[in-house]
């Protein structure tokens, strides 16, 4: 880990003591491995708030913090193990986790139990991540238990249980400068990903070797790998918004949908494009196509600190229901037609999310009732969509089973915003020119 992670991970424990009460003691575990196939097991990946306050990347830590304590922060770690080392890798231990999450004092997980028990005597209020760990939370409250239970040896457990995510979650929602630099190479890695994924693109090839190609080169930028699922929808495929079997083979005439997006630093990137898998769009594809980025390009225009998620989905919703109203889909007049929210028939999801150490990241969307306003710091993403559904009988036949969606990852700043995906085509020109490989040069011609 670099100085600037440890002084940010410090930072952030600091930030989270003070608002804590003094009577107050917090407690978050680290991730547990998962089984894949009896002793095996799926790729550990961190929990999100664990490493946002230790940057401890290795399962089974649990981190204290007491505000009213000689000792704030203290952190439990594996101990080190020869024999388990040669087996599944090495373990920083005692020693090392201090100099990698700077916490004041490190104990190994055999000193777990003892030292929990004596520090959850006498605090008033336990903080917890309800339901994020149950588990763990389980024998939390055993050990509370216990206290409880001996009275004659003045051991008090703590008499209100609080989550801790409200407090925690909205300090997440708001990136520092070191995080936005994560957080701008991720983008930076998954919009070379996507690139490349277009480019790879032809008749023939089946779903899963694009999405291969777009892992390979996560992993070759040095990202951790996909975020999420890679979603690499081709045809009809595109209509089904998590899809990730991605098993099918490219047909000449449909368009290929991927939304995809590398982990780096644990930080997500989030990309969707949409394009002809011959490299030329067809002309309803082109009118479902427009309709899609004219709304995006109107919400990205529209953004500034101040303004809220609401506010720039009812723009979307205006321009896609003239989109579908001018190409026939839906019928009728204008303001009706708004008023009904017509065309969430054709687009079902939300404009847009939180986007950072989780792709589907924390922090209120409301606070007292009101839509949280954008502030420099928040990242979202922006992604519009219509989804005709192949056996849509109200939908010209045409446009059947047509997806299209477009997003970017967008920044806020102290006074307006960075796209940070924007290095990847989205204009229809740039895109067939980059499906027929032409030059950067001739790309941004062909949108001039």
């Avoid at 916490?103 to 777990?112: A, F, I, K, S």
């Avoid at 779903?207 to 990202?223: C, L, N, P, S, W």
């Avoid at 003239?322 to 009706?336: P, T, V």
Wanted: with cysteine; net charge negative; glycine share 8%.
């Amino acid at each position: 880990m670099t100085l600037a992670m440890q002084n940010e991970v410090k930072k952030r424990r600091r930030q989270l003591l003070e608002q804590l009460p003094a009577d107050a003691i917090a407690i978050f575990p680290a991730g547990a491995e998962v089984v894949r196939s009896r002793d095996t097991h799926y790729p550990f990946r961190q929990d999100s708030d664990f490493y946002y306050l230790t940057g401890i990347t290795e399962p089974e830590g649990v981190l204290v913090l007491i505000p009213d304590a000689e000792q704030q922060e203290i952190l439990f770690v594996l101990p080190k193990d020869p024999l388990q080392e040669v087996w599944h890798g090495r373990r920083l231990g005692a020693d090392v986790a201090k100099q990698v999450s700077a916490v004041d004092v490190v104990y190994t997980r055999d000193e777990l139990e003892s030292r929990l028990l004596a520090f959850l005597n006498g605090p008033k209020s336990l903080y917890v991540a309800f339901d994020q760990h149950p588990e763990f939370e389980q024998q939390l409250r055993g050990y509370c238990r216990r206290l409880a239970a001996t009275p004659k040896r003045a051991k008090t457990a703590p008499e209100a249980w609080c989550d801790v995510k409200p407090m925690l979650h909205q300090m997440r929602l708001v990136k520092s400068a070191y995080e936005q630099d994560q957080m701008r190479k991720a983008a930076q890695i998954s919009a070379q990903a996507m690139i490349r994924g277009m480019q790879s693109t032809t008749v023939g090839r089946f779903e899963y070797q694009v999405a291969a190609d777009i892992e390979h080169e996560f992993k070759r930028q040095g990202a951790a790998g996909p975020a999420y699922g890679i979603i690499c929808g081709g045809g009809e495929n595109a209509c089904i918004l998590h899809y990730t079997a991605n098993t099918d083979v490219l047909n000449d005439g449909d368009l290929l949908l991927i939304d995809a997006g590398a982990e780096y630093a644990g930080y997500a990137g989030d990309i969707t494009r949409t394009f002809p898998v011959n490299g030329r769009f067809t002309a309803a594809q082109r009118d479902v196509y427009q309709v899609v980025l004219d709304a995006q390009e109107a919400v990205i225009a529209a953004i500034k600190p101040g303004t809220t998620l609401p506010h720039l989905t009812d723009i979307c919703l205006r321009e896609l229901t003239q989109g579908l109203l001018k190409l026939g889909i839906l019928q009728g007049d204008l303001q009706c037609l708004l008023a009904d929210k017509a065309c969430r028939r054709y687009f079902i999801h939300g404009l847009g999310h939180w986007l950072g150490l989780d792709v589907h990241d924390v922090g209120r969307y409301e606070l007292e009732g009101e839509a949280t306003p954008l502030r420099a710091g928040m990242v979202f993403t922006v992604e519009p969509g219509l989804y005709f559904a192949p056996d849509d009988v109200q939908v010209p036949e045409a446009y059947r089973g047509i997806g299209v969606r477009i997003e970017d990852d967008i920044l806020m700043t102290a006074d307006g915003f960075e796209n940070l995906t924007a290095a990847v085509p989205k204009q229809i020109e740039a895109i067939e020119a980059l499906m027929a490989g032409e030059s950067a040069v001739t790309q941004r011609r062909a949108v001039s």
